[in-house]
Nanobody, 127 residues
Framework: QVQLVESGGGSVQAGGSLTLSCAAS????????MGWFRQPSGKEREGVAV???????NYADSVTGRFTISQDNAKKTVYLQMNSLEPEENAMYYC?????????????????????WGQGTQVTVSS
């Protein structure tokens, strides 16, 4: 059974940085897509960034240039380096995964394309 465990959330001032980690276990597929979604309180869950087993990445326009997604295949871990954080980015951040490559076009950011989810880690950005 696939399990995703997030870590690295916390509180930071606006303009600060955080790095989130997502460790996968029970995952035996050679082709996969893993990434990060976030859900502010009372709002919809939105895609932030994803990476596939070949290293191809997709980012939401709002984080391009500030966030970087990466992976350590040996550790089956995906990271999200977040710089220049803004108060509007207060949210629960979730790790998600699916077998096969990341969906093409805007499909990568649809939560319904990912069957595996972590429990989430809270990111709080104060102004």
């Amino acid at each position: 059974q696939v399990q995703l465990v997030e870590s690295g959330g916390g509180s930071v001032q606006a303009g600060g940085s955080l790095t989130l980690s997502c460790a996968a276990s029970g995952y035996t597929y050679s082709s996969y897509c893993m990434g990060w979604f976030r859900q502010p309180s009372g709002k919809e869950r939105e895609g932030v960034a994803v990476i596939d087993s070949d290293g191809s990445t997709n980012y939401a326009d709002s984080v391009t240039g500030r966030f970087t997604i990466s992976q350590d295949n040996a550790k089956k871990t995906v990271y999200l380096q977040m710089n220049s954080l803004e108060p509007e980015e207060n949210a629960m951040y979730y790790c998600a995964a699916r077998t096969g490559p990341c969906p093409l076009g805007g499909g990568w950011s649809s939560r319904w394309m990912y069957p595996y989810w972590g429990q989430g880690t809270q990111v709080t950005v104060s102004s």
